[in-house]
């Protein structure tokens, strides 16, 4: 990592209907029922390869569901402050949204959210809920101060 940078690492947003731990065991036991079906031979008939078929899509659900809930492939949803940039990643399969510093009209820091105001007139929302821990937390907000402060970025802080 560049050391003018600092990575803020945010937990999943868990957003899904069924919690990590659900969706494992579903997974699983989709596996072990296809499996048990193909070892007992219960249910052959013509269609038989349904069974594999069945069990490489649970296997498939299973592999999507650990790489998009843990950490396999390293840090995946991520908040950056770069020396002309913030970075924001909110996971595997969602790509990275870069703000440079002088497209940024004003900084907005409430309890829940980051908000990025836009010279263009958009504004950009960032969910604060994905970070963890106090320690996380005063790195995060000390990281906007100096980012703004560095760049001459209004900045709104309802937290201090």
Known sequence: MHPNSTR???QP???QRIPFLG???LGLLWIGYTVALIVTGEGASDMHF???VFLVFSLIYLGYVLVHN???FGTQSYLE???AYIVH???LFRPKQAFPAEGIASLELVPQQLRLLLKEGGTYAMSLRQVKGAKRKRLMREQVRAFAAKHNID???TQA
């Open 8 to 10: 803020i690492r945010l």
């Open 13 to 15: 947003a868990n957003t």
């Open 23 to 25: 969706q494992l065991f």
């Open 50 to 52: 349904l069974h594999y």
């Open 70 to 72: 843990a950490p396999v």
């Open 81 to 83: 402050f770069t020396p």
């Open 89 to 91: 990643k909110d996971g």
């Open 155 to 157: 900045l709104r802080d």
